[in-house]
Structure formats: C-alpha cells, structure tokens
C-alpha cells in the first residue's frame, strides 16, 4: 500500500493504529480534496448573508454551513481528466498540492522541466511522476532555473475545480478568511469573551488569533505570539486586514513565555503548535517517519507545558492539531493531564468523533476529525482546564 498511495509505512502504522479496519479509505480520502472549500467571514467587518449577496453578484454559489452561521463553503468539483502533453514538469510537493486545486505554478515550486519551451502545453506532476494539472509554460526551462520567479505554468485543465478566494475582493478587503473547518471549531471550542484576556501561543499566520478576536467582538486583549521577526509580519498583515484591533504581537519562544515573562497570566489560552500535518488534504505522498512524529510531540508538549503555567486557575487551554498520530493527540493529552495537571474537559461544540480511549483515559472527550468520516481535513481537538 505504501508503494501504491505513496504514503511512508510509518505513516501507513500510524494511522492503521487509528484506523485499522479503514486504512485504505483514509488514505485514498488524503490524497484528495474533501467536497467543501471553507472559509470564515469576518463578522467584524460583515455579516454572513452579506458576504453571500456579494458572492451571488459575481456568480459565486457560495452556500451556508448549517451548524456554524459565520462559516461558508463552494463545493469542489472534480477530479477532472487531464489529457496528455509532449511535456513534463516537476514541482515540489507544496506545489502539487495546490496545483490539484488549480493554482499556477511558480518558478521556485519547479524542480525539474527538461527541455520546456515557452507557450508549451506541460503536464505538472510530483517527484513521483503522479500528475496535478495541465498548463500553458509561461518560461522556458533556462528562465524557470535561472531566474527563479513568476508564474512558470499557468495551469488550464486542474484536477480539481475551487474559486480562488485569496485573490477575491472580499479577501482582499478582510471580510473572508480560508480556513478549514475544524481550525474553526477550534476557536469556538476556547470560546473566548469580551472581557478575557487570551494568550495564542503559536499564532502566525493568525487565522485562530483573527476569528478568536472576532469570537471577542474586538474586545478584551490577544496576546500573539510566533517566534521570529517574519512571522510576526505575516501576522501584523493578517490583523491589518481584517480590522482586528485587540492583539498585541509579541515576537519569542513562545515555549518559554512562563520563564521569560513570570507575571502574564491569561483566562485562555490556544495552543496551535508545529505538527507533522498528516491531516492536510490534498496529500500527493508523505515522507514522514516514526522519528519526524515524536520529535514533533515531544517539541509540542513544551507549549502545552508553558500555557498550563500562564493559565490562571479556572482558566482554559485549547490545543489543536492538523493531524491524526496518536503521539501528538491522545498521548499529549495524557501528558497534560498526567505531568501539567490540568482536566480534560467536555468541549462546548463537537462536530468531530470521539478521541480513542485506550489511548488515553478520558479521551472520548476530545474530539478527532477524519477526512473519510467528516469530510474535512484529519484534525485533534482538546480543551482542558486549570483547576
Ligand atoms: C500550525 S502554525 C500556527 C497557525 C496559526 N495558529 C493559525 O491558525 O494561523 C504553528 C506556528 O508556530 C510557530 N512556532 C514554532 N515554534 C515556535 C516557538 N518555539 N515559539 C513560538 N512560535 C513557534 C511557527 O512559526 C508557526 O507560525
């Protein structure tokens, strides 16, 4: 099976561990988009049938999620045929990924196009020859490689079929913000208020820090942190965009911020920390090994471990992962509960399926989402409280 859907065999482990009896259909669900595009509407800058009215005005059938109001969704069509062409190119796996969902290429997402000329018709694939989409080159070989910028293919027939929002004026003005379903029950699971005051741990690009600002109706205080100066940017023209006027950014360690600042104490805090991202669909092939995996719980509990001592007592932690392995889920939970003694609670909205219980006791009040059950990318939702 590693070999067919090009997925590592400590990936394979991983989610059999999960998913025994539905490990094909798992796999086969990664590889491709779910049916929804989503994204969130800014409700600081409008209200959802708005954003709707305006999508409708320029031919978007843009449709409302029935348990969240403020949360939008196109349907994706696809997969499309793609037909044959005298050329190939390769592209890096973030690049094939979007290219699947119709994105141009550009320059530096090119790994290999021997021979191309310019105004080819070119078939983009991954490293493994699995083919993305099919484009116009708008470079030839010598320009891709050499000048290593701009659009290199600007596909014509993608795989899959969704509305480009970031380029939308309504992305464009702050009023949308792409963000996949359960990242945005993660927010509404920490449920923050006007008066809290909420530290994000782990903030940039600032898609949670944004809608738990929105969450506070502008009010209260965010406290943002990301750990270099470039992030930190990106995050500054997140909230620029989107009108958000209660965050302050902080640029540090954030696995530290108990150390280095011994008085911040906060009502709630998010924990959206660096994970292997084995949730992310579309998933061309995934490299990772057992190795990558525990590293990256063990580098998460570090966060975990610092928000349960900014936490005031009675407080709130919300800790999301976009992935399925049971080290960075159930078995960091476990930690919190076991070494941070903090108490896993009931979550004020589920949409996902009960974390596994012999992984962790407790854990069936977390919630997990599956891309062959929910529909969505494979996510891990936790929320504890100090007490
Ligand atoms: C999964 S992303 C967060 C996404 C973000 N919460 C959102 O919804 O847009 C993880 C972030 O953690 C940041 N990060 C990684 N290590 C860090 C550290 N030691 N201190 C602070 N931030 C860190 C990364 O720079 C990255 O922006």
């Known amino acids: 099976m590693s070999k ?20 094909k259909v798992v796999i086969k669900a990664l590889r491709e988009p779910g049916t929804k595009y989503y994204f969130r509407v800014n409700t600081l800058r409008a209200a959802p049938e708005i954003v709707l009215e305006r999508l409708k005005a320029r031919g978007l059938n843009a449709l409302q999620e029935p348990s969240v109001s403020h949360v939008l969704y196109f349907e994706i069509s696809g997969p499309n045929p793609l037909p044959t062409t005298e050329y190939r190119l390769e592209v890096d796996k973030n690049t094939a990924e979007s290219v699947l969902l119709g994105a141009n290429v550009y320059a530096p997402g090119v790994t290999a196009c021997q021979g191309l000329r310019l105004g080819s018709k070119v078939t983009v694939t991954d490293k493994h020859g699995q083919a993305v989409g099919v484009g116009i080159s708008k470079m030839n070989e010598k320009q891709i490689l050499g000048l290593r910028k701009g659009i290199a293919v600007e596909i014509t027939t993608p795989k899959y079929v969704v509305p480009n929002m970031r380029a939308s004026p309504e ?36 898609g949670k820090t944004t809608h738990l600002a929105q969450l506070m109706r502008n009010k209260g205080k965010i406290i943002a942190i990301d750990r270099s100066q ?13 009108h958000v006027k209660n965050v302050t950014l902080l640029c540090h360690d954030s696995r530290y911020v108990d150390r280095d600042y011994p008085n911040l104490r906060a009502d709630k805090v998010l924990v959206d920390p660096p994970c292997s991202a084995l949730g992310l669909r579309p998933s061309v092939y995934e490299d990772s090994t057992k190795e990558d995996i525990i590293k990256l719980a063990r580098y998460q509990r570090q966060f975990l471990k610092a928000a349960a001592n900014i936490v005031k007592s009675g407080g709130l932690v919300a800790y999301s992962v976009c992935t399925m392995t049971k080290e960075e889920c159930e078995e960091n939970t476990k930690f919190v509960i076991d070494e941070c003694g903090l108490e896993l609670i009931k979550q004020p909205i589920i949409l996902g399926s009960p974390g596994v219980e012999r992984l962790c006791l407790g854990a069936n009040l977390a919630q997990r989402f599956a891309p062959h059950i929910h529909d969505t990318s494979g996510y891990y939702i936790a929320l504890f409280r100090k007490t």
Do not use: N
Request: charged share 20%; proline share 9%.
């Open 4 to 23: 067919q859907y090009r997925f590592s065999k400590d990936v394979l482990v991983e989610f059999g561990e999960i998913y025994p009896e539905q490990l």
């Open 171 to 206: 992305f464009l003005e702050g009023l949308i913000f792409p963000q996949s379903l359960p990242a945005i029950i993660s927010g509404l699971v920490l449920g923050p208020s006007p008066q809290d005051v909420v530290v994000d741990l782990c903030a940039s690009p600032g």
């Open 230 to 242: 470039e992030k930190i940017s990106r995050l500054r023209e997140t909230i620029g965009r989107l």
